[in-house]
């Protein structure tokens, strides 16, 4: 199945504190654990686009608003 959507985060936005990563229903997103942002954080990043369904639910549960949806069209 192709992927419906795509997230990108702000990487100096994300504090990685895992929600998104938590309640993707896809697990398409993870923590970047081998890499951090300029204030030293671990940050969240797509790691499987194609299982993305733009279900926004990374969007809503983010603190920060480090992240937007984009749904692809049909």
Known sequence: MPAKGYVEI???GCKGCNL???NCPTDCLALKTSETNSYGLHYAYMRDEDNC???QN???ICPD???TVYKKAS
């Open 20 to 22: 998104c990563v938590i």
């Open 58 to 60: 990374c969007a809503v």
């Open 10 to 12: 702000f990487v100096e």
């Open 65 to 67: 608003a480090a992240i």
């Open 53 to 55: 369904i733009a279900c």
